[in-house]
Every structure is written in C-alpha cells, then in structure tokens.
C-alpha cells in the first residue's frame, strides 16, 4: 500500500467518533455458535468494534490493520470497554503477506476488506471446529467495479469449509464457514 493509500485511512478513521464494540455481520442470527473461550483472529480490524466484542465474549484476540490512527481509536474502545479477553493490535500491510504465523483461531474474521491473494491465508486460519465470518464489497445488487467480489467468489474460495450461511445482496457479500472438526 502506498503511504499516500494509509494517510487516507488515518484520515478517515480520525474524522469518525469512539465506536461500539459489535459483532461481525456475517455472524448476525448465529450468535450462539461463538465459543466462550479461545483465539480469534481479526483481519483489518479498523477501529476495533469486532475485535473488542470478540473480547468481551471471551476470546483472546489478534488484530490486524494497517492504519495506526485506526488501532489508536481501536486500543482506546478496549481500554474503556475492559473485555476479558486480551486483544494483541498489529500494525501491518497485508499486501506484504500475513504478518501472523501463530496457529489456528477458533474464529476468524475479514469484513470489508477483499483482499483475494489471503483467501488461503484466512483459509488456512481457521482451527478445527473454527468459525470465519467473511463480509466483502459484492457486485450483487451494485454496478459493480474492480474492488467488488462477482457472484459465489466467496463460497468458491472457501470451498473446502462447511458453509454456515451465505448472502449476497445490496452490494455486500457474506459468508459464514466451519472448519469441520
Ligand atoms: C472498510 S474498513 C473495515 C474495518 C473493519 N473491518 C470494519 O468492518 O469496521 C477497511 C480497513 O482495512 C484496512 N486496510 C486497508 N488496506 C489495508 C492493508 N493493505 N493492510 C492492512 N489493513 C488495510 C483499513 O485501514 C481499514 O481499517
């Protein structure tokens, strides 16, 4: 990514309020698969609202992102939520790789970030008996455009996960998976 690329997130999660800490969409009316414990991995975690949830429903989680102001609103949402969980933030381009080698998560989560070349990568994350919970930007229900995913992208790049629930509507993908145990 280009420095010109991460200013202008900085900027765009500088000009918005403290967030709430919420679960991810894809995972909305599944609720209750959640485990109460373990390790949780957030992929582009921005300002921390799914990172901080996943904390406060008990897991301890590692979260990703590019944007140092994005993991500074991030870090302050935790230290006033105080979530049993412990959350590491990692500063990282993902467009240089996956930054974390540390196993497997019992959930992982990528939601508004389509990021094609780490579909394996997010694959390959999910523990045994794991959840990952994908929302992309969809052609379905859009124009379209070049950062959009076209039709079933995610249940063909997840192929070898259980599927949970797919959506594709409005201009938004989501997919809910399981690693079978
Ligand atoms: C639309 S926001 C989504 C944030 C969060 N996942 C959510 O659902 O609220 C996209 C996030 O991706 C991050 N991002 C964009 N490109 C990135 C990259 N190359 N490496 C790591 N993070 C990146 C941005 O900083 C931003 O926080």
Redesign the pocket.
């Known amino acids: ?1 280009s420095g010109e ?1 991460r200013e202008r ?1 900085d900027a765009r ?1 500088l000009g918005l309020g403290p967030g709430t800490p919420q679960p991810p969409d894809a995972l909305r009316g599944h609720l209750d698969l959640v485990p109460a414990q373990g390790r949780a991995l ?1 992929v ?4 921390g ?2 990172a901080v949830w996943l904390a406060g429903r008990g897991l301890d989680v590692v979260a ?4 140092p102001a ?1 993991l500074a609103a991030a870090a302050e949402l935790a230290t006033a939520e105080r979530p049993p969980g412990r959350i590491r933030w990692v500063e ?4 240089d790789g996956f930054p974390i080698e540390d196993g497997t998560y019992d959930v992982v989560v990528c ?3 389509r990021a094609p070349a780490l579909y394996p990568v997010l694959a390959s994350a999910v523990a045994p008996g794991g959840l990952l919970a994908i929302t992309v930007l969809s052609e379905v229900g859009d124009a379209g455009g070049r950062f959009r995913a076209a039709p079933g992208e995610l249940v063909r790049a997840f192929a070898d996960l259980e599927i949970v629930a797919h959506h594709e509507d409005a201009g938004e993908a989501h997919l809910l998976a399981r690693r079978p145990a």
């Open positions: 990514m690329d997130w999660h957030d582009a975690c921005g300002r609202a799914v990703v992102d590019v944007s994005g990282a381009d993902l467009d939601q508004r970030f």
